[in-house]
């Protein structure tokens, strides 16, 4: 009988995958571990902080980046985010099991942020982006539309840095 790897080996990569090294660096400067400081947004605006950590790391033979992000008491959840090379663009899957969230995503560069677009089960637009990116910090965004993608509502912010 052969051996098999464990999943941990089978699911993590050292690095990105060499016939697309060059697309994987829009998410791959995130490889690594971040904390955050957030604020969620209610319905009347009243902003809720907390505190959380990132985990970023280079999965399914580097074709993929997979993280992990915790907010106690709000969230804790998984995206991977594979890049196609047909579409020039990312597949973002979400999935938050303790909520049973699932989000999927089309992710791209809008300049210097990387900004992913996708509809909630309401049918509303959902755009959720990194923005005021340095190698050591960011500030992620997500954000509701119910009218097609004029008026955005602002329902979270982090603030996140390396470790």
């Known amino acids: 009988m052969p051996a098999f790897p464990s999943l941990t080996a089978a699911l993590l990569a050292d690095g990105?995958?060499?016939?697309?090294?060059?697309?994987?660096?829009?998410?791959?400067w995130l490889i690594g571990d971040w904390e955050m400081d957030t604020r969620l947004f209610a319905?009347?605006?009243k902003a809720t902080p907390g505190h959380g950590e990132i985990h970023f790391g280079w999965a399914l033979q580097g074709r993929a980046i997979q993280d992990v992000w915790i907010l106690p008491g709000a969230f804790f959840g998984t995206t991977l985010r594979i890049y196609d090379p047909g579409l020039d663009a990312w597949h973002i899957l979400w999935h938050d099991p303790l909520k049973q969230l699932y989000v999927r995503q089309i992710g791209r560069a809008e300049g210097r942020d990387i900004v992913q677009l996708g509809r909630d089960d309401s049918g509303a637009a959902i755009r959720w982006s990194f923005r005021e990116i340095t190698p050591d910090s960011f500030?992620?965004?997500?954000?509701?539309?119910p009218d097609g993608e004029h008026g955005w509502r602002l329902l979270a912010e982090f603030r996140a840095w390396r470790v």
């Open 16 to 28: 990105p995958a060499p016939d697309r090294t060059d697309k994987m660096a829009l998410y791959g």
């Open 139 to 145: 500030v992620w965004r997500a954000e509701r539309s």
């Open 43 to 45: 319905e009347d605006g």
